[in-house]
């Protein structure tokens, strides 16, 4: 069986305060708990990027975490779905235009789906996360798609023979 | 004398619900030197409530500046403001200040204490402690109506009133939840697996908490009777709704566990003490005044003492506003704490300190 198969019975949720409150925090830790219970979908929170798949982001963006954001996004293997958490991953919320804050994770890496709220509310947070993962099954669509017009044969009679050519060249000297 | 290594944790762990970095300096995997490094999430919250917000609506500004303990920081600010308008608040209004107070403290408390559980490897005692946290999440919704980030707390009052409804469900919630408070006691008091992990790691003595100014649970652990709704009485009477003073000897994280769980039979008997003996009377202070002079307020925040101050200059924008969060007292004794214990260990002491950065680096 293919991984892809398996993507999205299972995908693994990386979680990352860009500056928030805490307050969005603790409710993805309500989700975890079991009245909410996000393990039915599979999920699981982890703490590697290289393994996850869906990337939640709560907070506004400050200057200091800006780089691990990115970092952290860049080193998640494709395909991967980002979910801003909280109106202030949104759009900045309350903290927008303070000193120290970017004001939206958007400006910096791409988002798939926005959970407003504040704080979000936990059956919010399971909504966006199952919106997530239509999205996650379309981009593993999209990349198999790509795949197999890698893999197509070759047809002789459209393409050049490149080693006749080359003989050609050759050939006169 | 072995090979030392350097192991960086954070800035984004599995362990660790907000950004902070600790490097951590190991021998034989024994904590060495510990350098902590916790200013990730400084958005300007006191520059903006200086200059972008007028002065009523900084409360609900400052309730951002942290999801956990959201009232007690909108309380502190309102009461700050409270003396520069020169208002005395009605009395019902203080009572629904402490009355949630100490219901955020209920799920402060317990979060803390799964998160512990969790960090220790033991995570059915994780799930445990979530689940019957959640009560009061949903008493809170009850009463503030929203989970987290209650906005209770303004200048001048409360904005709502507990409805005679709401108090018989939070009266009969609390009775469902005392067997399990019994239950949660037993376990992380007994447990023979959480012991390992938890029994004399991240100890501190009393001598150095003293030194290092330490304040809150971490404090009381330590044998240090430090409380702040032990020294105020003039704001809130926390005596005449039953508070006592609880410390454990130790100072490691069990004791920090078993003080968290014996504070919360307080709690309960606190809010029961206010339900039943709510007094009558409006809910707010009105006042056209504007913030004049200097004041400084002193409050009980679940991590131990909040402290605002507050200037102003009879304008709707206030000249300054000084936060001192309790976590930002206790990073000396932390970095302490976590010397000569093993690495393996440092996330459930991490835990058991209960930072919170978001209030330290605001």
């Not at chain 2, 403290?105 to 799930?127: D, K, P, Q, T």
Request: net charge neutral; with cysteine; proline share 4%.
């Amino acid at each position: 069986m293919k991984l892809s198969a398996f993507r999205k019975k299972s995908p693994w949720i990386l979680h990352y305060n860009a500056g928030g409150c805490n307050g969005c925090d603790i409710e993805i830790l309500a989700c975890l708990a079991p009245k909410y219970d996000i393990e039915r979908f599979g999920m699981i929170n982890t703490g590697n990027p290289k393994q996850s798949d869906i990337l939640l982001v709560t907070g506004p963006v400050t200057k200091r975490s800006r780089e691990r954001l990115v970092e952290i996004y860049s080193q998640m293997p494709e395909p991967k779905v980002v979910v801003c958490c909280g109106v202030c991953a949104c759009s900045g919320g309350v903290f927008r235009d303070m000193y120290n804050c970017e004001g939206g994770v958007d400006q910096f890496i791409p988002v798939d789906v926005y959970v407003c709220g504040c704080g979000a509310r936990p059956e919010q947070i399971i909504d966006g996360v199952v919106e997530a993962l239509s999205i996650l099954e379309k981009k593993t669509k999209a990349m198999e798609e790509t795949v197999q017009l890698k893999n197509q044969p070759v047809n002789e009679g459209t393409q050049l023979n490149r080693r006749n050519t080359a003989a050609a060249i050759i050939q006169p000297q | 004398m072995g090979k030392q290594y350097e192991i960086p944790l954070g800035a984004q762990h599995i362990s660790l619900l907000e950004p902070l970095h600790f490097k951590f300096t190991t021998e034989n995997e024994r904590i060495v030197d510990t350098q902590a490094n916790l200013f990730y999430v400084h958005r300007g919250i006191e520059a903006a409530c200086c200059s972008k917000f007028k002065f009523r609506q900084v409360s609900f500004v400052v309730g951002r500046v942290c999801g956990l303990c959201s009232i007690s920081h909108s309380t502190a600010y309102s009461q700050v403001a409270e003396k520069l308008v020169k208002i005395e608040i009605p009395r019902r209004a203080k009572y629904l200040r402490m009355l949630v107070i100490e219901m955020d403290r209920i799920h402060s408390h317990l979060l803390c204490l799964s998160h512990v559980a969790e960090n220790s490897g033991y995570e059915a005692l994780f799930m445990k402690t979530m689940q019957y946290r959640e009560f009061v999440m949903e008493l809170l919704e009850a009463v503030c109506g929203n989970r987290i980030q209650y906005d209770f707390s303004i200048v001048g009052g409360v904005t709502r009133d507990l409805k005679p409804m709401v108090a018989e469900i939070i009266l009969k919630r609390l009775k469902i939840f005392l067997p399990q408070l019994d239950e949660l006691m037993d376990i992380y008091k007994n447990n023979w697996t959480l012991s390992l992990k938890n029994k004399n790691a991240g100890a501190i003595t009393r001598a150095d908490a003293m030194r290092l100014n330490v304040v809150g649970p971490f404090a009381r652990a330590a044998g240090l009777a430090v409380d702040v709704r032990n020294e105020t009485e003039d704001l809130l009477p926390w005596k005449e709704v039953g508070f006592e003073m609880i410390t454990e000897t130790g100072g490691d994280a069990y004791a920090r566990n078993i003080l968290r769980l014996r504070e919360l039979y307080i709690s309960k008997r606190i809010i029961e003490n206010i339900i039943h003996g709510l007094p009558e009377s409006p809910l707010v202070t009105e006042t056209k005044a504007f913030p004049d002079g200097e004041a400084v307020a002193r409050i009980e925040a679940p991590r131990g003492e909040l402290f605002y101050y507050a200037k102003g200059n009879k304008t709707q924008v206030l000249e300054r506003l000084k936060i001192k969060a309790p976590t930002f007292s206790n990073v000396a004794a932390m970095v302490e704490a976590l010397n000569g214990n093993e690495y393996g260990s440092a996330p459930a002491i991490i835990a058991s300190f209960d930072p919170c950065l978001s209030c330290t680096a605001r």
